[in-house]
C-alpha cells in the first residue's frame, strides 16, 4: 500500500511542477471527482452533457462559444489500468450556442490515481491530471492542463468531497486559476443519493479575482446508481454576476464489459 501511495504522490507531485490559466471558459463535464475507478480490465463510457438557458452574454474572446442557451457535451471513455490508476479519454468534446452554432471543441488525455477501493474507505484520495487539445472556438490556448486533487470522506450516511482544482496554459505558476469544486451528499439508500455541489473560480493565484468577478455556482443533484446504468442530474444557479445563472447537468454512465 506504501508503495502504491507513493507512486500516484509521485505522479501528482511531478505534474505540478511541470505545468508551469485559463481565462474562465465553458465547462464540458460538471463534476466532483469521489476517487472511485473502474475496476481493472474494464471499460467506463461516461455521457457528459449540459445547458445553460440562462448564462453570460458575452463569449470570452471574439469567436468563443457563449454560454447562455448553449449545449455542451462529451463521452468520456475511461479504462481501469489497476486498482489505483484510470486512463481515459473526452472525445469528441462539442458544443452549441446561438451565434457560433455546432463546433466541434477538441478532445482531453485523462489520468486518475487514487488510492485503491476508495469507495469502501472512510476517508480517500487521489489526483486527476487532464491534457487539453482545444479549438480556438473553445480557449485561446490550444494546449491546457488542469491538475485535480481529491480529498474526500464517507461517513456514512453522508459524503463530503473537496477538488481544489488548479488550470493552467503553460504560462507561469502565478497564472495558475483556482477552480475548487466541493460536494457534499446525503445517501437515502445504496443507489440513491441527494447533494448540494459547489464549483467556483477564484482567478489567477497570483492576483484572485474581487468576489464580484468570481463565478460561483451552486447545485442541486440527485444520483442514481443502479446496476447497469448509472444517472447524476442537477440544476446549477450562479450566486454572482459572473457566474451562469442557471444550468442544467446530465451524466450517464455504464461500464461497457470489456476485459481483457
Not at 504522490?9 to 465553458?26: I, T
Not at 447497469?228 to 446549477?236: D, N, P
Request: with cysteine; aromatic share 12%; proline share 5%.
Amino acid at each position: 500500500m506504501r508503495r502504491i501511495s507513493r507512486r500516484w504522490c509521485a505522479a501528482f507531485v511531478v505534474a505540478l511542477m511541470a505545468v508551469p490559466a485559463l481565462a474562465f471558459a465553458q465547462a464540458d463535464e460538471i463534476q466532483v471527482y469521489d476517487g472511485g475507478l473502474a475496476a481493472p480490465g474494464t471499460f467506463n463510457l461516461t455521457l457528459h452533457t449540459n445547458f445553460t438557458p440562462r448564462g453570460l452574454k458575452t463569449p470570452a474572446y471574439p469567436g468563443a462559444v457563449a454560454a447562455d442557451k448553449s449545449l455542451n457535451g462529451v463521452p468520456e471513455w475511461a479504462y481501469g489500468v489497476n486498482t489505483w490508476f484510470e486512463a481515459g479519454l473526452y472525445l469528441p468534446l462539442y458544443s452549441r450556442d446561438k451565434d457560433t452554432g455546432w463546433g466541434l471543441d477538441g478532445f482531453k488525455l485523462r489520468t486518475l490515481f487514487a488510492v485503491p477501493h476508495a469507495d469502501d474507505r472512510t476517508f480517500f484520495y487521489g489526483a486527476n491530471v487532464e491534457l487539453s487539445y482545444n479549438a480556438k472556438r473553445w480557449d485561446t490556448t490550444r494546449l491546457t492542463s488542469e491538475v485535480r486533487p481529491i480529498v474526500g470522506w464517507h461517513l456514512e450516511p453522508v459524503d463530503v468531497i473537496v477538488n481544489p482544482i488548479l488550470d493552467t496554459a503553460f504560462d507561469g505558476v502565478k497564472n495558475l486559476v483556482f477552480a475548487p469544486a466541493v460536494r457534499v451528499a446525503y445517501n437515502v439508500s445504496p443507489i440513491w443519493a441527494v447533494a448540494v455541489e459547489e464549483f467556483a473560480d477564484y482567478g489567477r493565484v497570483g492576483g484572485l479575482n474581487a468576489g464580484r468577478e468570481q463565478s460561483h455556482q451552486v447545485y442541486g443533484v440527485v444520483d442514481y446508481s443502479g446496476k447497469g446504468l448509472s444517472v447524476e442530474a442537477g440544476v446549477g444557479v450562479g450566486l454572482t454576476a459572473a457566474s451562469d445563472a442557471l444550468t442544467f447537468k446530465l451524466l450517464l454512465s455504464r461500464n461497457l464489459n470489456i476485459r481483457r
